[in-house]
């Protein structure tokens, strides 16, 4: 069963820290998997997008990395701001026909 | 530069009553477009996907229906709302094989 687990549900850090967010899938076969970022009462938007033959793609202070052989994929937050309090969706794309399949998401909290 | 639009933006509804939620898209043409609903504390759950005017695919069994009347407009709607309808509800679309979905601002959907 096409499956994108994401972890921790939530998280809470301080501003100006390093956190990281997970995600393992079990969508096979497998065309590329994306993360979003969907602040609270929007609709989400594209952070980066990663194919099996990339292992890491930065964005700003974004930077995600792809293991094709383990299936799992990290989001790394680095100098944390507390606009980047949100919910970050792991969305795995499938290689055949239309198919997504998204995470339930991590809840960031950024505090002062 | 291409923009999607919804509304309404917050929707509180009876138990019962229809619903018609629309999306429009602006600045592109034969869009691929998807609705999809997010409960509280849930993911994305992908209700409709569409590739083209009178063309409509559904993921899951429901009570909702899904229309395209025209090309760059997807109406979601039910004839009598039921109380887990409620969610916050999403329009996307992508342009061809091109895998980046941009989002919508979303509705909140309160059925009472």
């Known amino acids: 069963k096409n499956q994108v687990e994401q972890s921790p549900q939530s998280l809470i850090i301080l501003e100006g820290k390093i956190c990281t967010l997970q995600c393992n899938y079990t969508v096979s076969p497998f065309s590329n998997l994306r993360w979003y970022k969907q602040d609270t009462g929007r609709g989400p938007v594209s952070l980066t997008i990663m194919t099996f033959s990339e292992n890491t793609k930065s964005n700003g202070r974004y930077t995600a990395t792809l293991d094709a052989d383990t299936k799992q994929s990290s989001l790394h937050i680095t100098a944390s701001q507390l606009s980047d309090s949100a919910s970050y969706i792991c969305?795995?794309?499938?290689?055949?026909?239309?198919?997504?399949?998204f995470g339930t998401g991590t809840s960031l909290t950024v505090i002062p | 530069s291409q923009t999607i639009h919804q509304w309404p933006a917050t929707l509180v509804q009876p138990v019962g009553s229809p619903l018609s939620l629309e999306c429009t898209v602006e600045?592109?043409?034969?869009?691929?477009l998807y609705w999809y609903r997010q409960a509280a504390g849930r993911g994305l759950q992908l209700l409709f996907y569409s590739v083209g005017i009178g063309q409509i695919s559904s993921e899951v069994p429901q009570n909702l229906s899904a229309s395209r009347p025209q090309d760059r407009q997807f109406i979601l709607s039910s004839k009598k709302l039921l109380l887990s309808d409620s969610g916050f509800y999403l329009c996307?679309?992508?342009?061809?094989?091109?895998?980046?979905?941009?989002f919508g601002p979303g509705t909140r959907l309160t059925v009472l």
């Open positions: 996307a679309w992508s342009w061809g094989r091109e895998d980046t979905q941009y």
């Open positions: 969305v795995v794309r499938e290689n055949t026909g239309n198919q997504f399949y």
């Open positions: 600045g592109t043409s034969n869009p691929n």
